[in-house]
Protein backbone atom coordinates (compact mmCIF):
# COMPACT_ATOMS: atom_id res chain seq x y z
CA UNK A 1 0.00 0.00 0.00
CA UNK A 2 1.28 3.45 -0.65
CA UNK A 3 1.37 6.04 1.45
CA UNK A 4 -0.17 9.32 1.27
CA UNK A 5 3.01 10.81 0.29
CA UNK A 6 3.95 9.00 -2.08
CA UNK A 7 0.08 9.15 -3.86
CA UNK A 8 0.24 12.83 -4.05
CA UNK A 9 4.02 12.20 -5.37
CA UNK A 10 2.62 10.18 -7.77
CA UNK A 11 0.09 12.12 -8.64
CA UNK A 12 2.47 15.28 -9.26
CA UNK A 13 4.53 13.42 -11.57
CA UNK A 14 1.69 11.83 -13.70
CA UNK A 15 1.48 12.79 -17.09
CA UNK A 16 -2.59 14.07 -16.23
CA UNK A 17 -1.06 16.58 -14.01
CA UNK A 18 1.19 18.00 -16.99
CA UNK A 19 -1.74 18.25 -18.85
CA UNK A 20 -3.79 20.03 -16.28
CA UNK A 21 -0.94 22.48 -15.88
CA UNK A 22 -0.68 23.31 -19.43
CA UNK A 23 -4.59 23.50 -19.00
CA UNK A 24 -4.10 26.06 -16.61
CA UNK A 25 -1.54 27.88 -19.04
CA UNK A 26 -3.66 27.80 -21.66
CA UNK A 27 -7.00 29.52 -20.10
CA UNK A 28 -4.23 31.98 -18.62
CA UNK A 29 -3.40 33.14 -22.05
CA UNK A 30 -7.11 33.49 -22.83
CA UNK A 31 -7.74 35.64 -19.65
CA UNK A 32 -5.03 37.89 -19.86
CA UNK A 33 -5.69 38.43 -23.85
CA UNK A 34 -9.44 38.93 -23.57
CA UNK A 35 -8.75 42.15 -21.73
CA UNK A 36 -6.16 43.65 -23.98
CA UNK A 37 -7.14 47.01 -25.59
CA UNK A 38 -6.12 48.95 -28.83
CA UNK A 39 -3.42 51.27 -28.63
CA UNK A 40 -1.44 53.92 -31.00
CA UNK A 41 -1.77 52.32 -34.79
CA UNK A 42 -4.48 49.94 -33.86
CA UNK A 43 -6.83 52.77 -34.41
CA UNK A 44 -5.43 53.45 -37.61
CA UNK A 45 -5.79 52.02 -41.31
CA UNK A 46 -8.78 49.23 -41.30
CA UNK A 47 -9.45 49.99 -37.57
CA UNK A 48 -12.88 50.08 -37.47
CA UNK A 49 -14.45 48.46 -40.50
CA UNK A 50 -14.66 45.17 -42.10
CA UNK A 51 -12.45 45.14 -45.24
CA UNK A 52 -12.17 41.68 -46.73
CA UNK A 53 -9.14 39.58 -46.57
CA UNK A 54 -8.52 40.02 -50.36
CA UNK A 55 -8.81 43.64 -50.35
CA UNK A 56 -6.55 43.69 -47.10
CA UNK A 57 -3.87 41.60 -48.49
CA UNK A 58 -3.93 44.07 -51.75
CA UNK A 59 -3.49 46.91 -49.51
CA UNK A 60 -0.54 45.32 -47.52
CA UNK A 61 1.65 44.01 -50.64
CA UNK A 62 1.58 47.85 -51.67
CA UNK A 63 1.85 49.26 -48.51
CA UNK A 64 6.06 49.54 -48.33
CA UNK A 65 7.67 46.82 -46.67
CA UNK A 66 7.80 42.70 -46.64
CA UNK A 67 6.62 42.45 -43.62
CA UNK A 68 3.13 40.67 -45.55
CA UNK A 69 1.57 37.92 -43.48
CA UNK A 70 2.86 40.13 -40.19
CA UNK A 71 0.51 43.17 -41.68
CA UNK A 72 -2.29 41.15 -43.01
CA UNK A 73 -2.95 39.85 -39.82
CA UNK A 74 -2.62 42.49 -37.64
CA UNK A 75 -4.65 44.40 -40.08
CA UNK A 76 -7.18 41.73 -40.59
CA UNK A 77 -7.37 40.85 -36.96
CA UNK A 78 -7.44 44.04 -35.45
CA UNK A 79 -11.23 44.86 -35.65
CA UNK A 80 -12.51 41.12 -34.80
CA UNK A 81 -12.31 40.81 -31.36
CA UNK A 82 -13.02 36.78 -30.87
CA UNK A 83 -10.96 35.89 -33.73
CA UNK A 84 -8.14 38.22 -32.93
CA UNK A 85 -8.68 37.21 -28.51
CA UNK A 86 -8.41 33.21 -30.25
CA UNK A 87 -5.41 33.62 -32.43
CA UNK A 88 -3.29 36.20 -30.32
CA UNK A 89 -4.07 33.65 -26.66
CA UNK A 90 -2.85 30.28 -29.53
CA UNK A 91 0.14 31.66 -29.84
CA UNK A 92 0.70 33.08 -26.57
CA UNK A 93 -0.09 29.02 -25.45
CA UNK A 94 2.08 27.83 -28.39
CA UNK A 95 5.09 30.48 -27.10
CA UNK A 96 5.28 29.13 -23.90
CA UNK A 97 4.85 25.81 -24.43
CA UNK A 98 6.84 25.19 -27.38
CA UNK A 99 10.58 27.23 -25.57
CA UNK A 100 9.75 24.29 -22.78
CA UNK A 101 9.47 21.47 -24.91
CA UNK A 102 12.81 22.65 -27.75
CA UNK A 103 14.62 23.34 -24.12
CA UNK A 104 13.61 20.63 -21.87
CA UNK A 105 10.68 18.44 -22.94
CA UNK A 106 7.29 18.75 -22.28
CA UNK A 107 7.54 18.57 -18.77
CA UNK A 108 6.19 20.42 -15.49
CA UNK A 109 9.30 22.25 -14.46
CA UNK A 110 10.09 23.24 -17.94
CA UNK A 111 6.16 24.76 -18.80
CA UNK A 112 6.04 26.37 -15.03
CA UNK A 113 9.39 28.18 -15.83
CA UNK A 114 8.42 29.07 -19.31
CA UNK A 115 5.19 30.61 -18.14
CA UNK A 116 6.89 32.22 -15.25
CA UNK A 117 9.13 34.23 -17.83
CA UNK A 118 6.20 34.55 -20.10
CA UNK A 119 3.99 36.52 -17.90
CA UNK A 120 6.79 37.70 -15.95
CA UNK A 121 8.56 39.56 -18.83
CA UNK A 122 9.48 43.46 -18.67
CA UNK A 123 6.40 45.38 -19.19
CA UNK A 124 8.48 47.08 -21.55
CA UNK A 125 8.30 44.28 -23.89
CA UNK A 126 4.64 42.83 -23.09
CA UNK A 127 3.27 46.34 -24.01
CA UNK A 128 4.93 46.26 -27.35
CA UNK A 129 5.01 42.86 -28.08
CA UNK A 130 1.84 41.16 -26.70
CA UNK A 131 -0.43 44.12 -25.66
CA UNK A 132 -0.60 46.39 -29.12
CA UNK A 133 -1.82 44.52 -31.75
CA UNK A 134 0.15 45.63 -34.56
CA UNK A 135 3.25 44.71 -32.88
CA UNK A 136 1.95 41.56 -31.47
CA UNK A 137 1.49 40.29 -35.50
CA UNK A 138 4.62 41.58 -36.15
CA UNK A 139 7.14 40.40 -33.81
CA UNK A 140 5.37 37.16 -31.52
CA UNK A 141 4.36 34.82 -34.52
CA UNK A 142 7.79 34.60 -36.03
CA UNK A 143 9.61 33.75 -32.86
CA UNK A 144 6.69 31.24 -32.54
CA UNK A 145 7.20 29.81 -35.87
CA UNK A 146 10.94 29.55 -35.30
CA UNK A 147 10.46 27.83 -31.98
CA UNK A 148 7.92 25.24 -33.58
CA UNK A 149 10.38 24.51 -36.44
CA UNK A 150 13.11 23.97 -34.30
CA UNK A 151 10.90 21.71 -31.93
CA UNK A 152 10.38 19.72 -35.14
CA UNK A 153 13.79 19.35 -36.31
CA UNK A 154 14.78 18.61 -32.60
CA UNK A 155 12.57 15.37 -32.34
CA UNK A 156 13.12 14.45 -35.96
CA UNK A 157 13.48 10.57 -36.63
CA UNK A 158 14.40 9.74 -40.30
CA UNK A 159 12.51 6.27 -40.12
CA UNK A 160 9.28 8.23 -38.59
CA UNK A 161 6.20 8.31 -40.82
CA UNK A 162 5.67 11.37 -40.17
CA UNK A 163 9.65 12.23 -41.70
CA UNK A 164 8.52 13.16 -44.97
CA UNK A 165 5.64 15.22 -43.40
CA UNK A 166 7.91 17.45 -40.97
CA UNK A 167 10.45 17.76 -44.02
CA UNK A 168 7.51 18.97 -46.38
CA UNK A 169 6.17 21.13 -43.29
CA UNK A 170 9.55 22.88 -43.06
CA UNK A 171 8.89 24.89 -46.11
CA UNK A 172 6.07 27.05 -45.43
CA UNK A 173 7.44 27.36 -42.28
CA UNK A 174 10.76 28.84 -42.99
CA UNK A 175 8.97 30.79 -45.56
CA UNK A 176 5.85 32.77 -43.38
CA UNK A 177 8.29 33.47 -40.46
CA UNK A 178 10.36 35.96 -42.61
CA UNK A 179 7.44 37.66 -43.59
CA UNK A 180 7.06 39.67 -40.07
CA UNK A 181 9.64 42.12 -38.94
CA UNK A 182 13.38 42.61 -40.75
CA UNK A 183 15.10 42.25 -37.59
CA UNK A 184 13.23 38.92 -36.46
CA UNK A 185 14.03 37.88 -40.50
CA UNK A 186 17.44 38.31 -39.79
CA UNK A 187 18.25 36.91 -37.04
CA UNK A 188 15.80 33.49 -38.00
CA UNK A 189 18.09 33.13 -40.98
CA UNK A 190 21.23 33.20 -38.57
CA UNK A 191 20.22 30.11 -36.82
CA UNK A 192 18.88 28.02 -40.20
CA UNK A 193 22.65 28.94 -41.20
CA UNK A 194 24.35 27.28 -38.25
CA UNK A 195 21.66 24.45 -38.04
CA UNK A 196 22.95 23.37 -41.38
CA UNK A 197 26.84 24.17 -40.40
CA UNK A 198 26.04 21.95 -36.83
CA UNK A 199 24.14 18.96 -39.19
CA UNK A 200 27.23 19.11 -41.47
CA UNK A 201 29.70 18.98 -38.57
CA UNK A 202 27.86 15.98 -37.03
CA UNK A 203 27.44 14.30 -40.57
CA UNK A 204 23.74 13.67 -39.60
CA UNK A 205 21.24 13.29 -42.43
CA UNK A 206 18.63 15.80 -41.44
CA UNK A 207 16.56 16.39 -44.29
CA UNK A 208 13.97 19.05 -42.41
CA UNK A 209 17.04 21.21 -41.62
CA UNK A 210 18.19 22.10 -44.83
CA UNK A 211 14.51 22.25 -46.19
CA UNK A 212 14.47 24.62 -43.53
CA UNK A 213 17.16 27.02 -44.32
CA UNK A 214 16.35 26.98 -48.06
CA UNK A 215 12.84 28.28 -47.02
CA UNK A 216 14.26 30.75 -44.84
CA UNK A 217 16.56 32.00 -47.31
CA UNK A 218 13.30 32.40 -49.77
CA UNK A 219 11.18 34.18 -47.33
CA UNK A 220 14.12 37.03 -46.33
CA UNK A 221 14.61 37.30 -49.87
CA UNK A 222 11.01 37.95 -50.74
CA UNK A 223 10.95 40.04 -47.50
CA UNK A 224 13.76 42.23 -48.95
CA UNK A 225 13.58 42.20 -52.31
CA UNK A 226 9.67 42.15 -53.13
CA UNK A 227 8.99 45.89 -51.85
CA UNK A 228 11.92 47.10 -54.49
CA UNK A 229 10.40 44.96 -57.56
CA UNK A 230 6.94 45.97 -56.84
CA UNK A 231 9.01 49.71 -56.74
CA UNK A 232 6.79 50.59 -52.89
CA UNK A 233 10.18 50.81 -50.69
CA UNK A 234 10.43 54.01 -50.82
CA UNK A 235 6.78 54.39 -48.59
CA UNK A 236 8.61 53.33 -45.34
CA UNK A 237 11.55 55.65 -45.76
CA UNK A 238 10.39 58.01 -43.38
CA UNK A 239 9.16 55.43 -40.72
CA UNK A 240 12.61 52.82 -40.17
CA UNK A 241 15.49 53.54 -42.05
CA UNK A 242 19.02 53.93 -40.87
CA UNK A 243 21.12 55.98 -38.43
CA UNK A 244 23.36 56.09 -41.35
CA UNK A 245 20.99 57.92 -43.59
CA UNK A 246 21.63 61.41 -42.58
CA UNK A 247 18.07 62.46 -41.57
CA UNK A 248 19.66 62.67 -37.91
CA UNK A 249 22.81 62.91 -36.08
CA UNK A 250 24.58 59.70 -36.51
CA UNK A 251 26.22 59.72 -33.07
CA UNK A 252 22.90 60.98 -31.43
CA UNK A 253 20.72 58.49 -32.80
CA UNK A 254 23.15 55.79 -32.27
CA UNK A 255 23.94 57.06 -28.46
CA UNK A 256 20.06 57.01 -27.94
CA UNK A 257 19.45 53.80 -29.45
CA UNK A 258 22.27 52.43 -26.79
CA UNK A 259 20.19 54.15 -23.98
CA UNK A 260 17.22 52.69 -24.82
CA UNK A 261 17.32 48.88 -25.50
CA UNK A 262 20.16 48.87 -22.57
CA UNK A 263 17.38 49.88 -20.63
CA UNK A 264 15.02 47.21 -21.65
CA UNK A 265 17.61 44.67 -21.14
CA UNK A 266 18.18 45.40 -17.98
CA UNK A 267 14.94 45.65 -17.23
CA UNK A 268 13.98 41.83 -17.90
CA UNK A 269 14.72 41.57 -13.88
CA UNK A 270 12.76 38.27 -13.51
CA UNK A 271 15.19 36.05 -16.02
CA UNK A 272 18.14 37.85 -14.37
CA UNK A 273 17.69 37.40 -11.10
CA UNK A 274 16.07 33.52 -11.42
CA UNK A 275 19.56 33.19 -13.31
CA UNK A 276 21.30 34.79 -10.53
CA UNK A 277 19.72 32.32 -8.25
CA UNK A 278 19.91 28.86 -10.13
CA UNK A 279 23.92 29.63 -10.84
CA UNK A 280 24.53 30.76 -7.25
CA UNK A 281 23.03 27.56 -5.79
CA UNK A 282 25.02 25.47 -8.53
CA UNK A 283 28.06 27.80 -7.07
CA UNK A 284 27.51 26.60 -3.70
CA UNK A 285 27.47 23.01 -4.76
CA UNK A 286 30.72 22.96 -6.62
CA UNK A 287 32.51 26.02 -4.28
CA UNK A 288 35.67 23.52 -4.52
CA UNK A 289 36.05 24.65 -7.77
CA UNK A 290 37.00 27.94 -7.42
CA UNK A 291 39.45 29.54 -4.31
CA UNK A 292 37.12 31.26 -2.01
CA UNK A 293 37.85 34.78 -3.36
CA UNK A 294 36.90 34.02 -6.94
CA UNK A 295 33.61 32.62 -5.36
CA UNK A 296 33.03 35.72 -3.69
CA UNK A 297 33.42 37.85 -6.60
CA UNK A 298 31.16 35.37 -8.74
CA UNK A 299 28.38 35.78 -6.08
CA UNK A 300 29.08 39.44 -5.47
CA UNK A 301 28.86 40.55 -9.32
CA UNK A 302 25.41 37.81 -9.59
CA UNK A 303 24.13 39.16 -6.35
CA UNK A 304 23.67 42.77 -8.78
CA UNK A 305 20.68 41.46 -10.34
CA UNK A 306 18.76 41.91 -7.61
CA UNK A 307 19.69 45.68 -7.61
CA UNK A 308 18.61 46.58 -11.23
CA UNK A 309 14.94 46.99 -10.45
CA UNK A 310 16.10 49.73 -8.42
CA UNK A 311 18.47 51.68 -10.87
CA UNK A 312 16.68 50.99 -14.14
CA UNK A 313 13.20 52.14 -12.51
CA UNK A 314 14.43 55.25 -11.54
CA UNK A 315 15.89 55.99 -14.70
CA UNK A 316 12.54 55.47 -16.35
CA UNK A 317 10.87 57.82 -13.27
CA UNK A 318 13.02 60.71 -14.26
CA UNK A 319 13.67 60.27 -18.01
CA UNK A 320 9.74 60.78 -17.60
CA UNK A 321 10.18 63.85 -15.27
CA UNK A 322 12.44 65.33 -17.64
CA UNK A 323 15.17 64.78 -15.53
CA UNK A 324 18.53 64.05 -17.69
CA UNK A 325 21.28 64.32 -15.05
CA UNK A 326 19.48 62.10 -12.58
CA UNK A 327 18.30 60.09 -16.11
CA UNK A 328 22.10 59.12 -16.86
CA UNK A 329 23.27 58.93 -13.16
CA UNK A 330 20.37 56.02 -12.03
CA UNK A 331 20.75 54.76 -15.71
CA UNK A 332 24.75 54.66 -15.34
CA UNK A 333 24.97 52.96 -12.08
CA UNK A 334 21.97 50.18 -13.72
CA UNK A 335 24.19 49.90 -17.27
CA UNK A 336 27.36 49.43 -14.85
CA UNK A 337 25.92 46.55 -12.04
CA UNK A 338 24.22 44.63 -15.52
CA UNK A 339 27.65 44.51 -16.96
CA UNK A 340 29.13 42.77 -14.26
CA UNK A 341 26.66 40.88 -13.17
CA UNK A 342 26.89 39.19 -17.20
CA UNK A 343 30.56 38.97 -16.67
CA UNK A 344 29.68 36.75 -13.20
CA UNK A 345 27.19 34.59 -15.23
CA UNK A 346 29.39 33.83 -18.04
CA UNK A 347 31.78 32.94 -15.91
CA UNK A 348 29.67 30.78 -14.04
CA UNK A 349 28.06 28.90 -16.66
CA UNK A 350 31.47 28.50 -18.61
CA UNK A 351 33.27 27.33 -15.11
CA UNK A 352 29.97 25.25 -13.50
CA UNK A 353 28.62 23.05 -16.48
CA UNK A 354 29.74 20.52 -18.96
CA UNK A 355 31.81 21.88 -22.30
CA UNK A 356 28.49 20.86 -23.73
CA UNK A 357 25.85 22.45 -22.25
CA UNK A 358 28.43 25.73 -22.07
CA UNK A 359 28.81 26.14 -25.70
CA UNK A 360 24.53 25.54 -26.59
CA UNK A 361 24.51 28.45 -23.88
CA UNK A 362 27.55 30.24 -25.51
CA UNK A 363 26.16 29.98 -28.90
CA UNK A 364 22.26 31.11 -28.10
CA UNK A 365 24.29 34.02 -26.30
CA UNK A 366 25.99 34.97 -28.54
CA UNK A 367 22.91 35.09 -31.46
CA UNK A 368 21.05 37.34 -28.47
CA UNK A 369 23.94 39.61 -28.35
CA UNK A 370 23.70 40.04 -32.18
CA UNK A 371 19.74 40.61 -32.26
CA UNK A 372 20.36 43.82 -30.05
CA UNK A 373 23.41 44.31 -32.12
CA UNK A 374 21.36 44.98 -35.31
CA UNK A 375 19.08 47.25 -33.43
CA UNK A 376 21.43 49.99 -32.67
CA UNK A 377 21.92 50.85 -36.46
CA UNK A 378 18.31 51.22 -37.24
CA UNK A 379 15.02 53.64 -36.23
CA UNK A 380 12.72 53.27 -34.29
CA UNK A 381 13.56 50.45 -32.37
CA UNK A 382 11.36 49.60 -29.64
CA UNK A 383 11.00 47.29 -27.00
CA UNK A 384 8.95 44.56 -28.91
CA UNK A 385 11.91 44.39 -31.24
CA UNK A 386 13.30 42.59 -28.45
CA UNK A 387 11.24 39.90 -27.76
CA UNK A 388 13.09 37.35 -29.73
CA UNK A 389 16.23 38.15 -27.86
CA UNK A 390 14.14 37.52 -24.48
CA UNK A 391 13.32 34.26 -26.13
CA UNK A 392 16.66 33.50 -26.59
CA UNK A 393 18.03 34.13 -23.38
CA UNK A 394 14.37 32.60 -21.46
CA UNK A 395 15.71 29.15 -23.90
CA UNK A 396 18.62 29.89 -21.92
CA UNK A 397 17.62 29.89 -18.31
CA UNK A 398 14.99 26.73 -18.86
CA UNK A 399 18.12 24.82 -20.65
CA UNK A 400 20.71 25.19 -17.51
CA UNK A 401 17.64 24.52 -15.02
CA UNK A 402 17.19 21.04 -16.84
CA UNK A 403 21.08 20.55 -16.30
CA UNK A 404 21.12 21.55 -13.13
CA UNK A 405 20.48 18.40 -10.47
CA UNK A 406 18.54 19.26 -7.91
CA UNK A 407 18.78 17.75 -4.30
CA UNK A 408 15.74 15.97 -4.04
CA UNK A 409 12.07 15.72 -4.92
CA UNK A 410 11.13 17.85 -2.28
CA UNK A 411 13.34 20.82 -3.73
CA UNK A 412 11.36 20.50 -7.18
CA UNK A 413 8.43 20.64 -5.88
CA UNK A 414 9.15 23.86 -3.79
CA UNK A 415 10.24 25.49 -7.14
CA UNK A 416 7.40 24.55 -8.94
CA UNK A 417 5.44 25.29 -6.51
CA UNK A 418 6.87 29.24 -6.47
CA UNK A 419 6.51 29.25 -10.38
CA UNK A 420 3.22 28.51 -10.28
CA UNK A 421 2.08 30.97 -7.53
CA UNK A 422 4.30 33.59 -9.14
CA UNK A 423 2.30 33.02 -12.69
CA UNK A 424 -1.20 33.19 -10.62
CA UNK A 425 0.25 36.48 -9.11
CA UNK A 426 1.61 38.06 -12.70
CA UNK A 427 -1.49 36.72 -14.42
CA UNK A 428 -3.80 38.62 -11.63
CA UNK A 429 -1.14 41.60 -11.86
CA UNK A 430 -1.74 41.85 -15.35
CA UNK A 431 -5.40 41.14 -15.29
CA UNK A 432 -6.01 43.88 -13.04
CA UNK A 433 -4.43 46.28 -15.04
CA UNK A 434 -5.53 45.51 -18.25
CA UNK A 435 -9.10 45.14 -17.00
CA UNK A 436 -8.74 48.62 -15.33
CA UNK A 437 -8.09 49.90 -18.79
CA UNK A 438 -10.63 48.11 -20.80
CA UNK A 439 -13.55 49.62 -18.90
CA UNK A 440 -11.83 53.38 -19.27
CA UNK A 441 -11.54 52.17 -23.30
CA UNK A 442 -15.13 51.15 -23.30
CA UNK A 443 -16.18 54.60 -21.82
CA UNK A 444 -13.58 56.21 -24.32
CA UNK A 445 -15.34 55.12 -27.31
CA UNK A 446 -18.92 55.47 -26.22
CA UNK A 447 -17.57 58.95 -25.43
CA UNK A 448 -16.36 59.83 -28.73
CA UNK A 449 -19.14 58.31 -30.31
CA UNK A 450 -22.08 60.47 -28.43
CA UNK A 451 -19.69 63.49 -29.64
CA UNK A 452 -19.57 62.59 -33.01
CA UNK A 453 -23.57 62.11 -32.86
CA UNK A 454 -23.94 66.07 -32.04
CA UNK A 455 -21.43 66.92 -34.48
CA UNK A 456 -18.75 68.38 -32.41
CA UNK A 457 -15.29 69.44 -33.77
CA UNK A 458 -13.34 69.23 -30.60
CA UNK A 459 -14.00 65.67 -29.47
CA UNK A 460 -12.65 64.79 -25.74
CA UNK A 461 -10.59 61.41 -25.39
CA UNK A 462 -10.55 60.22 -22.45
CA UNK A 463 -6.89 58.92 -21.21
CA UNK A 464 -6.45 55.50 -20.25
CA UNK A 465 -4.80 54.52 -16.87
CA UNK A 466 -1.74 52.64 -16.45
CA UNK A 467 -0.36 54.25 -18.81
CA UNK A 468 3.03 52.73 -18.76
CA UNK A 469 1.76 48.99 -19.27
CA UNK A 470 0.52 50.15 -23.09
CA UNK A 471 2.27 51.50 -25.74
CA UNK A 472 1.21 55.37 -26.66
CA UNK A 473 -2.27 54.84 -25.52
CA UNK A 474 -2.61 58.49 -24.88
CA UNK A 475 -0.99 59.85 -27.65
CA UNK A 476 -1.01 63.83 -27.72
CA UNK A 477 -0.41 64.35 -31.39
CA UNK A 478 -3.78 63.01 -31.81
CA UNK A 479 -2.75 61.34 -35.30
CA UNK A 480 -4.31 57.83 -35.17
CA UNK A 481 -7.67 59.19 -33.69
CA UNK A 482 -8.00 61.44 -36.49
CA UNK A 483 -7.57 58.33 -38.97
CA UNK A 484 -10.65 56.37 -36.87
CA UNK A 485 -12.68 59.47 -35.39
CA UNK A 486 -13.49 61.12 -38.26
CA UNK A 487 -16.08 62.59 -40.43
CA UNK A 488 -14.22 62.12 -43.50
CA UNK A 489 -11.61 64.49 -43.07
CA UNK A 490 -9.25 63.96 -39.88
CA UNK A 491 -7.89 67.55 -40.44
CA UNK A 492 -11.78 68.57 -39.69
CA UNK A 493 -11.02 67.64 -36.38
CA UNK A 494 -9.19 68.80 -32.95
CA UNK A 495 -8.54 66.30 -30.04
CA UNK A 496 -8.06 66.59 -26.59
CA UNK A 497 -7.67 64.11 -23.22
CA UNK A 498 -9.45 64.96 -20.27
CA UNK A 499 -9.11 62.40 -17.40
CA UNK A 500 -11.45 59.72 -16.36
CA UNK A 501 -12.72 61.41 -13.55
CA UNK A 502 -13.14 64.57 -15.26
CA UNK A 503 -15.12 62.14 -17.91
CA UNK A 504 -17.44 60.77 -14.97
CA UNK A 505 -18.13 64.35 -13.10
CA UNK A 506 -19.16 65.83 -16.73
CA UNK A 507 -21.74 62.27 -16.60
CA UNK A 508 -23.55 63.85 -13.22
Known sequence: MKTIAEKQNSNIRSKTSTHLLTLFIALSTVLISFFFVNTSDDYYGTFGTTKGAAEIFKQIVYFGNGRFIGNFQSEYLTHRFYMNLGVRALYIFLFIVLLAVLADGYKKMALVFSAVLTFGMTKYIFREAVVWVHGFYNYFPPVVLLLLSLVLIKYYKKESKLSALITISMIPLGICQQLHSENTTMINLVIAVLLVVFTLYRKENKAPVFSYAASSFIGCAIMFLAPRLLGVSDKMESYRGSIADGKYSLIGQLWSNIFYLSRIICSMY?????????????????????????RAL???????????????????????????????????????????????????VWKLYEKKVAIVCGTVFAIALMSVAELLVIYPAGGRCLFITYALFGFIFIYLLKNTKMDSERVKITMMTVGVVFTVLAVGIHTYHYAAAGKVNAARLDYVEQQMEKGERTIEIIELPYESWLHYPNNSSGVYFGNFFNYGNPDEMEFVFISYDDYLAKQK
Not at 308 to 330: A, G, N, V
Open 270 to 294: VLWIMLAILLMTKLYKNRDKFSSKA
Open 298 to 348: IFAGLSLSLLLPCFIELSYSYFYMQEDRKTLFFWFIGAAAFALYIIALVVS
